[in-house]
């Protein structure tokens, strides 16, 4: 997981209270394909929480990778019977034999690309299940959407969007796992100004720009809403992927 994921531990707090949760189906979905309850789950990235949320609902023991000790350390308040390890998932190392389920809730994008999809198959026993989640945001007005688009990239013009179906293509794509498959549901938010703003604080892109940009952002997108009525609604569209490291690896067999 690249450094830059460790400008979240400075909003940990505000992070945890206003990124949305996930839906608790999530759990279900993933012993279905797993075909049944794991012996154990490791989590990549788990910040303060929010996946780790839906895969206790497994029944299984989970161990968190965090690399940021502020964000472990609001992840330890909330969940204290999780094993937390203060590293990232390139400096875990696996234990024989792999885990049963890796489970990533809007953490794989920070992975390097290169390596990540050949580090979590290597990492899973045969038969083991890869559980990638996370939520893109767009808008139920397409005005607003519109509206909100281009105020941002005002301010900053790199602004881009991962393509809707980035997370499945990545996966699939390695041409690695077996029984890949994505499920998509989406749901709409309504946010306050001053709840909306403090969300797109928590956002990645906008933690690394300068903080001029940051404060420009903000005022552009606060005066939009604020014209909107003070409230804008969300299309959170959550997006889960599930894979599967073949029992008999073809690759090695054929060596």
Known sequence: MVRVSLVFGEVADVYDDVRPGYRTGIARAIAEHHGG?????????????????????????????????????????????????????????????????????????????????????????????????????????????????????AVDPTVRSRPAAWLHDDISGSGLFADVRAEVTSRHLPMSTERYLRLIGTFGPFRTRTAEQQTRGLDAVGALVDGFGGTVVLDVRTTLVLARRRVVDSHTSAA
């Open 37 to 153: 309850v794991p012996a154990g789950v490791l989590e990549i990235g788990a910040g303060t929480g929010k996946g780790t949320e839906v895969l206790l609902r497994l029944g299984a023991p989970v161990t968190c990778l965090e690399p940021d000790a502020r964000m472990a350390a609001r992840l330890t308040a909330k969940f204290p019977q999780v094993t937390i390890r203060i590293e990232t998932f390139e400096q875990w190392q696996p234990p024989a034999g792999g885990v049963p389920v890796i489970a990533a809730a809007l953490a794989w994008h920070w992975l390097d690309p290169a390596t990540r999809n050949q580090r979590a198959y290597a990492a899973l026993a045969p038969g083991g299940t890869l559980a990638a989640f996370g939520h893109a945001y767009g808008y139920a007005d397409p005005g607003q959407a519109r509206a909100i688009d281009a105020a941002l990239r």
